[in-house]
Nanobody, 113 residues
Framework: VQLVESGGGLVQPGGSLRLSCAASGFTFSVYDMRWYRQAPGKGRELVAAISSAGGNTAYPPSVKGRFIISRDNAKNTVYLQMNSLKPEDTAVYYC???????WGQGTQVTVSS
């Protein structure tokens, strides 16, 4: 199982970023996927979840209405569109396959002026 995140970077408050997670080594289309983040000195926080076919999504209140999770099962990729970014969104973002307990290496997102 391999998960490779990309798309992180430095963005100003109010800006947007789109993260990608390319998956391989398993049958991507049958697994739910999640995005987590971890800020310095804090625990890992779930920020988005999507069902295997993409029909169901879930978000915590901290990002609901700003973040959108999606997936392309033909490309074995899950995405996280992040809008209206705030400094408190600064963290390393990870994709996860909960049933396989698999994690990517993470991608840094920094929101700062």
């Amino acid at each position: 199982v391999q998960l490779v995140e990309s798309g992180g970077g430095l963005v100003q408050p109010g800006g947007s970023l789109r993260l990608s997670c390319a998956a391989s080594g398993f049958t991507f289309s049958v697994y739910d996927m999640r995005w987590y983040r971890q800020a310095p000195g804090k625990g890992r926080e779930l920020v988005a979840a999507i069902s295997s076919a993409g029909g169901n999504t879930a978000y915590p209140p901290s990002v609901k209405g700003r973040f959108i999770i999606s997936r392309d099962n033909a490309k074995n990729t899950v995405y996280l569109q992040m809008n209206s970014l705030k400094p408190e969104d600064t963290a390393v973002y990870y994709c996860n396959v909960p049933r396989l307990e698999a994690w990517g290496q993470g991608t840094q997102v920094t929101v700062s002026s």
